[in-house]
């Protein structure tokens, strides 16, 4: 069978969808018709979607493929010229939770700041500095891996290397390998940090084999990646560490354009009264000054202040750097693109542009995997898990949204976000989430009293966390509890009634010979007359020669006591199929 690839650039149309396919148009409306679609033939699918139905055509040799759409706005790779100056590596910290990771930030930030003050920051920051030797390297701090991987949506990438913190005592676990997923697709460089090593129980040697088979093979085991067993509580082979960080920025020989207008990330942004919308900012190309005009998504602003990561006033901010900025007319969220503007006439006008490109994303893929998902299997409400979402900033707000989302339900079931918001959970959000079977989670952010109290008395469910994996978890905990549990039945034996000596409404007494297998009290058995099924009974006890036994085995003739839903006339000549009956929760 020849196979056919059609490649997919975010959506697709009916139309091109049906060309690529060589089916007619109506045939293929008519497909999705019957998965509860409305199409016209000018209508956007989008890949899942688009699978989806390829899968249900049972069309096995064609192979969708996503392709890149490298012309977004956010898509932040641009060739760079031979102008281009080196710039610091941005380095992120991954690994799994008590591995290490805040205390090795916190660690490197108290010996690498010259100013004493660095111990005073208290706010969250959410990138910063360090420097080592006369060198600078740039830390971004998350609130967890699915903030990259949220980042990734929105399609960018802003790590250059991917500190993977493994401790010595408990080496390679779950979200370890999250994190060295992430990096592999994410095309950073991985540097490992054994960590712990002053601890008893660490095994360097250990780990290391623990990492090689999870595809991580030390340098000096003939492999490619650098690993620097460490002690971030004692801050043993940080420089180390360090140096290797700087190294490997060296053979990737990391570069930026200065002389363009400046661009960048959004890595954080929330509103403050007296100050309006803080937005913290990655410079990924040029440099950004006071006063100049930046658009990001539909926002835009002009520079009114902007502070290093220390909170400290700075004029001029190079490639690699994080910024904090005052002065966007609106929230920009977290994972846009920014770039700078010749005046405020262009920003405006951009503003408007992307935000009408992006009304028309949204309205034109109109029919998305999860829509199709929901009208083809969960229509069922009881399948629907509500949230609202509330955090200290719209970063994490995106983060705790985006991750939701890629929790993996099989389709079965729908996850609603009522809303979400930057802030503290209101009265508000109880209104909206009472009576509707929604759960309100908060991520860095409080409840008044008066609040949880109004929450009791209308039984919404809040809970708030300062772990987005303890919330994820949570939030997975309870879509399991919403899918059906699994019934699993497994057979026992087979018994020809020979006898039946009470029929009542809903009980039996009979008799008969045990063909195979057994019967014991607590069976179930489907009654089959001729190989028809005509109800099902539960065995209460088991008799053999008037007493009461255990059970009956092959061979073995004996009385059963069976209870029944309904009236159910046993014959003689019946067949008993006994089985067992175990639900068992599901889990995702
Ligand atoms: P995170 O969840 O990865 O951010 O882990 P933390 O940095 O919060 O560390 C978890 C626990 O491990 C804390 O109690 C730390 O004090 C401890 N810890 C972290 N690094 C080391 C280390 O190098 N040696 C020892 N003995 N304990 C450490």
Avoid: C
């Amino acid at each position: 069978m020849e196979e056919k690839t059609i490649q997919i650039a975010g959506s697709i149309t009916v139309d091109e969808l049906a060309n690529a396919l060589g089916l007619s148009v109506t045939s293929l409306i008519g497909e999705l018709f019957k998965n509860g679609i409305v199409a016209t033939i000018n209508q956007r699918l989008d890949y899942e979607t688009a699978s989806i139905i390829i899968d249900e055509l049972g069309l096995k040799n064609v192979k969708l493929e996503r392709k890149n759409t490298a012309t977004k706005t956010s898509d932040i790779h641009r060739e760079l010229s031979d102008k281009a100056v080196g710039r610091p590596p941005v380095v992120a910290v991954m690994g799994h939770v008590d591995h290490g990771k805040t205390t090795l930030l916190d660690t490197l930030l108290h010996k690498k700041t010259v100013e004493a003050e660095a111990g005073g920051i208290t706010q969250h920051i959410s990138a910063y500095q360090l420097k080592h030797g006369d060198r600078i390297i740039t830390f971004l701090d998350t609130p967890g891996h699915e903030a990259f991987a949220a980042i990734r949506q929105h399609g960018a990438m802003l790590t250059d290397i991917v500190v993977i913190v493994v401790a010595a005592d408990d080496g390679v676990k779950p979200q370890t390998v999250e994190a060295i997923n992430f990096a592999k697709t994410a095309n950073a460089k991985i540097i490992v940090a054994i960590n712990k090593i002053d601890r008893e129980g660490a095994d360097i040697d250990r780990t290391k084999a623990d990492l090689s088979n999870h595809g991580l093979q030390p340098e000096e085991w003939g492999g490619d990646i650098t690993m620097v067993p460490v002690s971030a509580k004692l801050g043993t082979n940080l420089d180390q560490l360090l140096d290797m960080i700087l190294l490997t920025a060296d053979i990737e020989e990391l570069k930026a354009d200065v002389d363009i207008p400046a661009e960048g990330l959004v890595i954080e942004s929330h509103m403050e009264t007296g100050k309006g919308s803080v937005v913290n900012l990655l410079i990924t190309g040029g440099e950004l000054k006071t006063g100049e005009f930046i658009v990001a998504g539909s926002t835009y602003g002009k520079v009114r202040t902007m502070l290093d990561w220390r909170g400290k006033p700075k004029g001029k901010a190079t490639p690699s750097t994080p910024v904090t900025i005052t002065g966007f007319k609106e929230l920009p969220n977290f994972g846009d693109r920014f770039i700078e503007v010749k005046d405020e006439k262009t920003a405006r006008k951009m503003s408007l542009l992307n935000a009408q490109a992006i009304a028309n994303e949204s309205a034109s893929a109109n029919v998305t995997s999860s829509d199709l998902l929901r009208m083809m299997n969960v229509a069922d409400n009881s399948k629907i898990f509500n949230v609202i979402i509330k955090g200290d900033v719209l970063g994490s707000v995106t983060s705790v949204v985006d991750s939701l989302k890629m929790i993996d339900t099989h389709g079965e079931i729908t996850l609603n976000i009522v809303s979400t918001g930057v802030g503290d959970i209101n009265e508000n959000d109880v209104y909206m989430a009472a009576g509707g079977n929604t759960v309100i989670y908060g991520f860095n952010v409080s409840v008044p009293i008066n609040i949880s109290k109004m929450a009791a008395r209308d039984n919404v469910p809040i809970r708030t966390y300062k772990v987005i994996y303890e919330l994820l978890d949570d939030a997975k905990h309870e879509m399991e509890n919403l899918l059906d549990a699994e019934i699993i039945e497994e057979d026992k034996g087979e018994m020809k009634v020979l006898g039946v000596f009470r029929t009542e409404k809903t009980s039996i007494i009979g008799g008969g010979e045990v063909l195979k297998g057994d019967v014991k009290p607590a069976y179930l058995a489907r009654v089959v007359r001729d190989k028809e099924y005509i109800g099902e009974v539960e065995v209460t006890s088991v008799q053999k020669e008037k007493m009461d036994v255990k059970e009956l085995v092959a061979g073995e003739t004996g009385g059963l006591a069976l209870k029944t839903k309904q009236r159910i006339d046993l014959k003689i000549g019946d067949r008993l199929k006994f089985f067992t009956r175990e639900t068992k929760k599901r889990t995702l």
